[in-house]
């Protein structure tokens, strides 16, 4: 009895993982932005918003993400991702554990001037230089764009 609970515990935790919506790809230069409707084209500020159900919204920069969602309540589940300003060669990183940086040197395509990092080492050569502060997800809501 003890073999078939290990096997359904299993069973039930691989399920789980599989049915978590994933992330979709941004064809750059084609995919428009959710929320304000250009072309998404810098890798280093486009976001994510996938349901629990898994539809992906995309966005062109942290802003229009951050907007979208204070004009539409999310469903709880919802995941927010980001890209790391500092390695566009990476996918997505979790928008709630990423660390920001707000500042006039970032030239984001709708002036949002926000740059996400997925760890605080990679933000931390952008924030000496620009003698800014670490941002987290919950201090973006207070930006002005």
């Given at each position: ?33 959710t ?5 998404i084209m ?12 898994g ?6 920069d ?6 979208y969602?204070?004009a539409?309540?999310?469903a709880?589940g919802t ?25 006039e ?6 002036n ?10 990679n ?5 000496d230089?620009l ?15």
């Open positions: 009895m003890k073999h078939k609970t290990l096997i359904f515990v299993i069973s039930f935790f691989a399920l789980q993982m599989a049915c978590r919506p994933e992330s979709e790809p941004i064809d750059f230069g084609h995919d428009a932005c929320h304000c409707k250009m072309t810098d890798k280093r500020y486009a976001a994510e918003l996938i349901t629990p159900k539809r992906a919204y995309k966005f062109d942290i802003v229009c993400l951050l907007q969602n204070a539409n309540t999310p709880s995941r927010f991702l980001v890209t790391d300003y500092s390695d566009s060669s990476h996918p997505f990183t979790d928008a709630q554990k990423a660390v920001y940086l707000h500042s040197s970032f030239k984001t395509p709708m949002g001037r926000c740059a996400a990092f997925s760890q605080e080492k933000a931390i050569p952008h924030k230089n003698e800014q502060r670490l941002l987290k997800w919950e201090d973006l809501t207070q930006l002005k764009p």
